[in-house]
C-alpha cells in the first residue's frame, strides 16, 4: 500500500484544488488571495458590478498577473511587444541586403552650404 501526500487548497470551508506538492499549492492558495483582493476592488470601485462577474474578472487578472504588470510598466500588450521586437529586427536584418541587391553603390559626394 503506497503513502501519499496530497496538500489541498480550502477556501470558505470549501475546497478549491488539490496539489502534489507544497509549492504548487502555495502558489494556487496565492494566486486565490489576489483574485480575492481585485474582486473585493472591483466591488468598491464598481458598486453596479454583478458579484459574479467581480470574481470572474478577479480571477483573471490574477491568473494574468504578469501581463497585467507587463501592461502597467509600459502601456503595452505583452504580445505586442514581442511582436514588435522582432518586426524591428527583420526590417533591420533585411534593408541592407535589399540596398546592395536593387542598385549598385554610388559614391556621395558632401557639398558645403552657401
Known amino acids: 500500500m ?3 501526500t496530497k496538500y489541498v487548497v480550502v477556501r470558505k470551508g470549501e475546497e478549491k484544488m488539490t496539489f502534489a506538492n507544497k509549492k504548487d499549492a502555495d502558489a494556487w492558495d496565492k494566486m486565490l488571495d489576489m483574485a480575492d483582493a481585485f474582486t473585493d476592488w472591483l ?3 464598481q458598486p453596479d458590478l454583478d458579484e459574479a462577474q467581480a470574481e470572474a474578472l478577479g480571477m483573471l ?3 494574468q498577473k ?3 504588470q507587463h501592461i502597467l510598466r509600459t502601456s503595452k500588450l505583452p504580445d505586442a ?3 514588435d521586437a522582432v518586426e524591428s529586427e527583420d526590417v533591420a536584418i533585411a534593408e541592407p541586403a535589399e540596398e546592395s541587391a536593387s542598385a549598385p553603390e554610388k559614391k556621395v559626394r558632401a557639398v558645403k552650404a552657401a
Open 2 to 4: 503506497a503513502v501519499e
Open 43 to 45: 466591488q468598491q470601485h
Open 61 to 63: 487578472l490574477a491568473e
Open 66 to 68: 504578469d501581463a497585467v
Open 81 to 83: 511587444v514581442k511582436e
